[in-house]
């Protein structure tokens, strides 16, 4: 038993003394620090967290910092937080925090759903906090809060997200009162604290100091964290320890120990293990140990605190602010002692070189390297290297050197190359070696070194008359050479060349190429021919048209340095404003944020799915299937939405009560209901926020306010938005947050509001106003109704008076005449003729007035107004006249409801025309037989069809028509409105048809 603990104790012996062994290869990093310049409220960073947001919190000796990559806001006293030494948070429910302070307990902190966080309780009470000194407040597994205090914890109990009981622990099943300074929750229900005792355990209901045999002198333990793993790690103020299967062990770092406190672990994964402490960040990961300190760009001098966010960047809090390593796909290639001057990266088929001002380097294990074989180049500064079998060609400021096993060869000015400061170098498909330089093209064709100058080949045929000169005294930079043996070459200012056998043609701006200031060129895995310019981005050239894509397209600059593609097909592009990568669809700029300084990236080539990179200052390189291509969503939230002039009500359904109680910080919840805001107050501010820390000034929005705008907005990179002179409605305003990669929130940040209309626009104003127009108009219709009814009977009255007293007195006094006439006439003797003709004249007018009289008695008489008083009226008179003549009567006569009234004029036109037209009939027509019909028509018309016919002898209307009786029809009938038309033949009788308009 004892020999095989001895072996594990070997093995893990051997295991840090190998995985230390490799901390001389460690590549460089690059962090990010934030300090007090950039926002951060003060230096000392002891404690870091993420919330569900993605905002990030710091907690210092001197207040606490939230940044959202975007800015810092910060709190002190001033700004509620009663005590400023922050020890550690713990995010409970969405917009809420507990932030643990070193001196009056908990401070709650909530984020209003448009509003700023602010304090709004202090957890102080006895009830619930042992001590208000806390060191550290986290929560386990099943929902249990637990609060490590000065002197000892405090646990708040939950079951089923409900808070049932508090217990408070400072005997510690006898140990006494104890300085708990944190807490970690390992596998089999076992709990470890970091004390000022040492490390306690507490198993089986029971707390029990278990680092007797290693901490003899029992040191406080400072910090304790158990691993996915379940090894636990602590640290007093100078050793570090691990205990493991039951057995403790001292960490040690290249066999000694490591003599300073380690006061934060994060875990990445299941297999890196990530350690702070005094000057440097350990890194344990598959069986090796890293060590990142100032020689490989760490310099703070203790980590405080360390945390992995949801993108997986390492933050680092420090004594002098907060530092943050990204998750990169970028890996940086450390320097050493070698200083950079006009680097370039060279590619050969097996290795990787750089080209330096003082010779050759080679990269192995994350460091640069002199090439040993070519020591002889050291005085030269190497810008390309052709590995031709045997010989070596190096590309240099001194000319071009041939170097091989038997023999080596300078070519420069003296014998015949254009320049000595020579660009690159080239072989064809058919052998010859292309060299470009300073002061023209040359090439090497079977041993013999010609230029454009002073030794051409004769049979060039050039396209245009300073093509020549631009090839035998400009300078020339790059070359590509293609499938068909087609050599690409760029010139400095004078445009692209192409050689195609004997043919040399050049493009210019005629040809679609307008920036002739050529930097970069590439040729890619589909024959299409990339140009980078100086001025003007980049152009694609498919063999007819050149495409351009600049800065409007996503290039982070429009000077390209270099160009490349990886197996992926993603096309990279060096600016001199970092990298950009494109996809076909999305672009990308990679700068400061993975680590790039400097801004020129000079060159860049992919070689075994690597893409490789130099600028002035680095040289590094990029693993395309690394984490940052993770498609982590970024979050959006609402940093403040104000009013211009005034402040959002908040609307919570549950708040903090005076008297605090757990579960109350579980249930604070916002009504979702839209925000009601005042007409006059119609200018509203969204200020929003994406978080996303893999290139933090690369989060992009896109928003729309439904109720008003039509579309969302254009990707832009502004996260606030002013909307003014809303008209009173309905709206929802949204937003979602785009990252570098494209990747959109998996929600927008909605609010609805409403705009109220003023009072007399609002709905039940309106209703008021439209209630009181219909009971004015109402009273007034009444009124004139009224005032209409009282006129009519008054009217109906004098209309009844007349009537009565024309028939009682006129009426009588003309029968009277009549009657005495006819005695005067019947009782008198008169001889004479003519006086007995006249007393008949008289009694005939006095007859005839009594009939007019009759008539307009029963027209002025109320009781006759309705249509069916005329028809009786009518007919008695149809038949009084025509049965006297022997003449048939046929009637067709439409009885109509009995409220049916025609004005008085209508009937009085009417029964004159019927009159006259029955008269007519029975004086002229000889006719047996008259048809007579009278009917209402109910249809659009609305109108009243009078028709007499009759068989008699007719007439010719020829002769008759202007009579008297035919023209007072008309003119009565036009009088009405009505029309009139009388058809008749001698022999074929008479018809009559009135049609008079009902109004």
């Known amino acids: 038993m004892k020999s095989h603990s001895f072996k594990k104790f070997l093995l893990l012996l051997l295991f840090f003394t190998f995985i230390t062994a490799t901390n001389a290869f460690c590549q460089k990093y690059f962090f990010k620090k934030y300090t007090e310049a950039d926002g ?87 009830e619930y906090l042992i001590d208000p000194r806390v060191n550290q407040i986290k929560r386990d597994k099943y929902g249990n809060i637990w609060i490590c205090t000065e002197v000892g914890i405090t646990k708040w109990l939950f079951e089923n997200n409900s808070f049932t009981k508090v217990i408070h622990e400072t005997n510690f099943d006898g140990l006494g009162e104890l300085q708990v300074y944190n807490v970690s929750f390992g596998q089999n229900e076992k709990v470890y604290f970091a004390t000022g005792k040492g490390l306690l355990e507490y198993s089986n209901n029971q707390y029990r100091l278990i680092d007797k045999e290693i901490n003899k002198k029992h040191e406080p333990v400072f910090y304790v964290f158990i691993d996915s793993k379940n090894t636990v790690w602590f640290s007093t103020l100078s050793k570090f320890y691990f205990l493991k299967e039951n057995k403790f062990h001292e960490f040690n770092l290249q066999g000694k120990s490591l003599e300073a406190a380690v006061n934060a672990i994060s875990e990445r994964n299941e297999n890196e293990l990530i350690i702070g402490s005094l000057g440097k960040i350990i890194v344990i990961k598959d069986n090796r140990i890293e060590v990142i300190d100032e020689k490989n760009g760490y310099t703070e001098k203790a980590s405080l605190s360390l945390f992995l966010d949801r993108e997986d960047n390492l933050w680092v809090g420090s004594l002098e602010g907060v530092s943050r390593l990204n998750r990169s796909s970028f890996r940086f290639i450390n320097n050493g002692s070698v200083v950079l001057n006009n680097p370039q990266l060279i590619k050969t088929d097996k290795q990787i070189f750089l080209g330096n001002s003082n010779g050759l380097f080679q990269i192995r294990n994350f460091n640069l390297a002199r090439s040993a074989e070519f020591n002889q180049i050291e005085s030269f500064r190497v810008i390309d290297y052709l590995k031709e079998g045997h010989n070596n060609w190096f590309a240099t400021n001194k000319g071009v050197i041939l170097i091989n096993s038997e023999k080596k060869i300078i070519y420069n000015e003296l014998n015949s190359l254009p320049h000595n400061f020579v660009y690159s170098i080239a072989k064809d498909l058919t052998g010859i070696i292309w060299i470009l330089t300073q002061g023209g093209l040359a090439y090497i064709k079977n041993g013999v070194l010609y230029n454009f100058k002073t030794k051409s080949e004769s049979g060039w045929k050039f396209s245009d008359l300073n093509c020549q000169n631009i090839l035998s005294s400009t300078s020339i930079r790059k070359v590509v050479v293609d499938s068909q043996n087609t050599k690409w070459i760029t010139t400095w200012r004078d445009g692209l060349v192409r050689i195609r056998n004997d043919s040399i043609y050049r493009f210019t701006e005629k040809d679609g190429l307008k920036d002739l200031r050529i930097r970069s060129l590439y040729l890619d895995s589909h024959n299409n021919l990339w140009v980078g310019t100086r001025f003007n981005g980049v152009y694609k050239y498919d063999g007819t048209t050149f495409f351009n894509y600049s800065t409007k397209d996503g290039l982070s600059s429009n000077w390209i340095f270099s160009i490349s593609e990886d197996y992926k097909g993603n096309y990279w592009f060096c600016t001199s404003k970092g990298i950009c990568r494109y996809d076909g669809k999305n672009w990308i700029i990679f700068g400061a944020a993975d680590g790039i300084y400097g801004g020129e990236i000079l060159n860049c080539f992919s070689k075994d799915s690597i893409v490789w990179f130099n600028s002035w200052e680095q040289i590094f390189y990029y693993l395309p299937d690394a984490t940052d291509e993770q498609k982590i969503k970024p979050t959006v939230f609402f940093k403040q939405i104000s009013l211009l002039e005034d402040k959002l009500q908040t609307h919570e359904e549950n708040f903090l009560p005076y008297k605090f109680t757990p579960s109350q910080l579980l249930n604070i919840k916002f009504k979702s209901d839209p925000v009601e805001i005042n007409y006059s107050n119609n200018t509203i501010i969204f200020e929003f926020s994406g978080t996303s820390y893999v290139g933090e000034k690369q989060v992009y929005y896109i928003y729309k306010l439904d109720g008003f705008d039509k579309n969302w907005t254009e990707k832009a990179s502004r996260n606030y938005v002013t909307y003014t002179h809303l008209p009173p409605g309905n709206y929802t305003f949204s937003v979602y947050s785009i990252n570098r990669f494209g990747e959109r929130s998996e929600t927008p940040a909605t609010f609805s509001f409403t705009i109220l209309s003023p009072f007399w626009l609002r709905w039940w104003f309106l209703a008021s106003v439209i209630l009181l127009f219909i009971l004015l108009i109402s009273s007034i219709n009444y009124l004139v109704y009224k005032s209409k009814i009282k006129e009519a009977l008054r009217i109906e009255k004098i209309r009844s008076k007349i009537s009565t007293d024309l028939h009682d007195e006129i009426g009588t006094s003309l029968s009277s005449i009549a009657i005495f006439t006819e005695l005067v006439k019947r009782e008198g003797k008169f001889k004479d003729e003519k006086m007995k003709e006249k007393l008949e004249r008289i009694e005939n007018t006095a007859r005839e007035l009594v009939d007019k009289m009759s008539d307009i008695v029963w027209m002025i008489n109320p009781g006759n107004d309705t249509f069916n008083d005329a028809l009786l009226k009518m007919k008695d008179y149809a038949l009084n006249i025509l049965e006297s003549k022997n003449i048939d009567i046929a009637f067709d006569l439409d009885e109509v409801e009995k409220n049916f009234v025609l004005p008085m004029e209508l009937r009085r036109n009417l029964l004159l025309i019927f009159k006259e037209l029955i008269t007519n009939a029975a004086k002229y027509s000889n006719a047996s037989l008259v048809r007579i019909g009278l009917k209402v028509i109910n249809d659009d018309s609305h109108k009243i069809v009078l028709v007499v016919e009759d ?40 018809k009559a048809t009135v049609e008079i308009p009902i109004l």
Do not use: H
């Open 40 to 126: 951060l409220v003060q230096g000392t960073v002891r404690e870091i967290y993420q919330d569900s947001k993605g905002r990030m919190w710091f907690g210092t000796v001197d207040g606490l910092s939230i940044y959202d990559g975007s800015e810092f806001i910060n709190y002190q006293q001033e700004d509620g937080l009663t005590v400023p030494i922050v020890s550690g948070f713990l995010e409970i429910s969405d917009g809420v925090m507990l932030v643990a302070t070193l001196g009056n307990g908990i401070e709650v902190f909530l984020k209003k759903p448009y509003q700023k966080d602010s304090v709004i309780y202090t957890i102080k009470e006895k």
């Open 951 to 990: 068989d008699g002898i007719g007439f010719d209307l020829n002769l008759t028509l202007n009579g008297n009786g035919i023209n007072n029809i008309r003119q009565r009938t036009k009088n009405i409105g009505g029309t009139c038309k009388i058809v008749s033949a001698k022999g074929q009788g008479t």
